[in-house]
């Protein structure tokens, strides 16, 4: 079992950044790779970003690449998203994730972030 719990969404304006953090308990964090989706209403849960076990290896969506970086801290357990250059539609519920038995198998509660333009 493993619980995650993300902090630091907010309102920015456009332009602006953000970091958001996801803490894991559980199980072995430098085991999994860790992952972030965003949802907005009506609409389906959206890849953002995903990293790999050890950190070395990343991968984005296009609409954040190069404005958005994943990045671990496997000694604290924790797993950010920078966001920088944020855009009125980068408005959503940011959702953390672990992928331990299968790809996405553990979902935090969200986080809110909304950008004002």
Same mark, same amino acid.
């Given at each position: 079992?493993?619980?995650?719990?993300?902090?630091?969404?907010?309102?920015?304006?456009?332009?602006?950044?953000?970091?958001?953090?996801?803490? =894991?308990?559980?199980? *072995?964090? $430098? $085991? @999994? +790779?860790?992952?972030?989706?965003?949802?907005?209403?009506? %609409?389906?849960?959206?890849?953002? =970003?995903?990293?790999? +076990?050890?950190?070395?290896?990343?991968?984005?969506? &296009?609409?954040? %690449?190069?404005?958005?970086?994943?990045?671990? &801290?496997? =000694?604290?357990?924790?797993?950010? /998203?920078?966001?920088? &250059? /944020? %855009?009125?539609? &980068?408005? +959503?519920?940011? @959702?953390?994730? +672990?992928?331990?038995?299968?790809?996405?198998?553990?979902?935090?509660?969200?986080?809110?972030? *909304?950008? $004002?333009?």
């Amino acid at each position: 079992q493993v619980q995650l719990v993300e902090t630091g969404g907010g309102l920015v304006q456009a332009g602006g950044s953000l970091r958001l953090s996801c803490a =894991a308990s559980g199980r *072995t964090f $430098s $085991s @999994y +790779a860790m992952g972030w989706f965003r949802q907005t209403p009506g %609409k389906e849960r959206e890849f953002v =970003a995903t990293i790999n +076990a050890s950190g070395r290896g990343t991968y984005y969506a &296009d609409s954040v %690449k190069g404005r958005f970086t994943i990045f671990r &801290d496997n =000694a604290k357990n924790t797993v950010y /998203l920078q966001m920088n &250059d /944020l %855009k009125p539609e &980068d408005t +959503a519920i940011y @959702y953390c994730t +672990a992928s331990v038995h299968r790809s996405y198998d553990y979902w935090g509660q969200g986080t809110q972030v *909304t950008v $004002s333009s």
